[in-house]
């Protein structure tokens, strides 16, 4: 009775829930960069390597404008509508001429999208970390911590932009040629949907998610050519744990790794803490490799 | 006059030399090349060419699971990282440092890290085996670079360069122009066997498995078994070119097993020519020659890797089969 | 603009395609003609190139020789949505309808273009609805839930949506329980009544002959025979030889 009792006052229920609260918020995040990728691969059937130099893209051009102008809003604003009109320009110049070959193509592709992607932000933002400031300075207490607001700020803001496209998807004009076009591309086109331009927007869109996670992350961690990196990684694996294609899985897989993470932090160190995504991802391949949060297994 | 019916296997004219004797004549030119090439160049130059050769070696061993089994993995640089820490492992524990040894612990670090990809790779298809290799390879960049105790984490491990000591035979100290040489009996011993390897049935098999698997197994091949061998040799190969690179410059990193190092290897398959084995060594020449030209012309600090990257777009995108493709079906007979 | 679009230009004029799947030649040389308002059958066993001529005209597939002329137009190699926006109608052999979209949502497919206002949209869904009541009833259903028969009639509902001058109709009544065949051809009567051309492909000789104004009849890739669908019934030596089991 006594060991019992003992186990239960070891277990630091107030960091849990503390993590709890930090994991949903990367969780969220995550969940947003995950999203357009999930998008991107459903519909476009293209893995898009470059996606981590979308986001960490998103946040330099954030950090650039939000410096000038001095509101993180339009920093966010100006972000994912500048990457998205980059991401549509790169997708027609690059991805359509790709087209009906194999898939593996796309991938190259976009690898070396972002290697080239990488580089010029080193070369022209140097190596040096940059930081957008935190929207909101208030702050609230969550037990021995002053938490800060910006946090759950941020949170509901990857939340409502989730949501928003999801939504769009749903009721949109667009949104039904979206549907139509990832269900049968050619009966699609048949019904006098421009699947081209369908492909080219939906890229876009991805895009824009990207950027606005990037300028989202920004005040949490710093901007440096190099976030893009561990983003895209966990990312892919956000994707495959939650299913391809499956949207609704990335974001439900984005919140369980990033808590399972987040509460691993607590005993272990951080750079340590990524392998739990590491063995989240191999036990989904053993066992269920079409996603944990896929209805049946096919 | 009768007419008798086009036989295929009778030439209309006979060439003055078959095909196996071009290709043996021009692999002895390209050898004599390869093995003066150190007596006539300064030394910055030798070490340059000897590490095409191991990039290269690095390279080809990826080719035969690209370009042979249409597996695409980005986990070589797992493979290569490997046999270099193995390698690095043997050096630092055993003294004197032993050549021998340093092979032994490098392979079969490599060798591991196969069969667990191995394991995998049977189990998914295509774009879910890459992206699933790319995560591994991470997972090992992770390991190594987090066990500080073993790996030295960050900073890597330095350790001396073993002796070339064949026993009873030779033992003296490597120099630049003897690693070249023994590098290049590696490549080539690897290349000649990685050669026979593609022409012989397994070969064979292989290539049918990158063609159409569904049919090959339908056949009656146990398309899984053939897949794990062809990881676990390309693994080996890659884990001998990490070797290779311990010895050559006497040092591991973790970087090397990042992932961008697959990527770089992928690379200069696709710019060589998939499906060729030669090819992926001219790629990784290309590539490093182009890096050392720009870096001449715009000084260290140009971010080379703009252009490269633009290169290799184009590439994909207009020549997908490569700089050697044209001579792919050549090459494979 | 075309030379005249007067009353013997042929809505559509496919001329001497040859098509390849891969290595596969499907298509030797085929000509065929449909006027404005026509209906014309293609009949032909199994395999023999009716799917692939349809597929042909709609751009999904591109013939390696010869030409396809809408309104004397050339509109060979055009992709086929703007196909659909020009005015062809595509229904394919299993129906293809967007699974998992409602059936209203299958019909949006069809009205979401430029220029067509909200007015103009109620009107086709009224007409649509009218011939097709059984679609109204299901309009929030997912497309997969429906019948097959129900979802034949989606199928051409959802060209319909496009204001098509031809439809092209592949094998509609397979698969379908008789009662619904007629019915199939009652649709084709009223879409006739209204002006729309239609290209028949169908493995039901009687339905094709009495629905049609005129017939190709095709074997290997070639069209072997054509005539008036008055001259010739089901009993027809001709029918025999290319149809017969």
Sequence with gaps: MDAISHFFHAIPFDLIVIQTVNGIVTGLILALVASGLTLIFGILDVVNFAHGELFMLGAYVGALVVASTGSFWLGLLASAIIVAIFGAALQIVTLRPLIGRDPLNTILVTFGISLILQNYALWQFGPIERKIPEPIEAHFQLFYLQYPWYRVLIAALSAAIIGGFWLYLKYGKFGVWIRATSQDRIMAQAMGIPVPWVFTGVFAMGSAMAAASGVLFGPLGGVSHTMGLDWVLKAFIVVVVGGMGNLGGSIAAAIFISLLEAYAAIWLDPSQAVIVSFVVLILTLLFRPTGLFVATPK | MTTAPLDKSVPLSKPLLSHTAVFWIGFCVVMAILIAAPLALPEFWRRFLTEILIWGLLAMSSDLLIGYTGMVSFGHSAFFGLGMYGAAGALLIHSPPNLWLALLFGLAGAAGAALFVAYFSTRLRDIYFAITTLIFSQIFYVIIFTWTPVTGGENGLIFTRPHLSIPFLYDARFTSTTMHWFVLAVVTASYLFLRRLTQSPFGMVLQSIRENEARTRAIGFAVKRYKIVSVLLSGLFAGLAGVLYAIQNQFAAPDFVYFITSGDTVIFNVMGGVGTLVGPIVGAGFFQLMRELLSRLFGDQFPYLIPLGAVFIVMIIFLPQGLLGFARRWLNR | ?245
Excluded at chain 3, 110 to 126: S, W, Y
Excluded at chain 3, 145 to 171: F, H, N, V, W, Y
């Design chain 3, 1 to 245: 603009m075309s030379a005249s679009a007067d009353s013997t230009t042929p809505l559509v004029l496919v001329e001497d395609v040859h098509t390849y799947y891969g290595k596969s030649h499907i298509l030797h040389g085929v000509s065929i003609t449909v006027g404005a308002g026509e209906v014309v059958g293609l009949l032909g066993r199994n395999g023999v190139g009716k799917s692939t001529t349809l597929k042909t005209i709609m751009g999904l597939v591109r013939p390696s020789h010869g030409s396809v002329l809408l309104e004397g137009e050339a509109i060979t190699g055009l992709p086929p949505h703007k196909l659909a926006r020009l005015g062809i109608g595509y229904v394919p052999e299993d129906r293809r309808i967007f699974r998992l979209l409602t059936v209203m949502e299958n019909l949006r497919t069809g009205f979401d273009r430029n220029g067509v206002t909200e007015q103009r949209r109620r009107a086709l869904l009224d007409k649509v609805f009218t011939y097709f009541p059984v679609l109204a009833e299901r309009r929030s259903q997912a497309g997969g839930t429906l019948s097959g028969g129900e979802q034949q009639m989606l199928a051409i509902a959802r060209a319909m949506m496009l204001e098509p001058k031809i439809i092209l109709l592949d094998e509609p009544t397979e698969g379908l329980m008789p009662r619904m065949v007629s019915q199939i051809g009652q649709i084709i009567d009223v879409l006739h009544k209204e002006g729309v051309a239609i290209l028949l492909v169908e493995q039901n000789v009687p339905l094709t002959l009495a629905a049609s104004q005129r017939v190709y009849i095709m074997e290997k890739g070639m069209v072997r025979h054509h005539c008036a669908s008055g001259e010739i019934d089901v009993n027809n030596p001709v029918i025999k030889q290319y149809l017969g089991v």
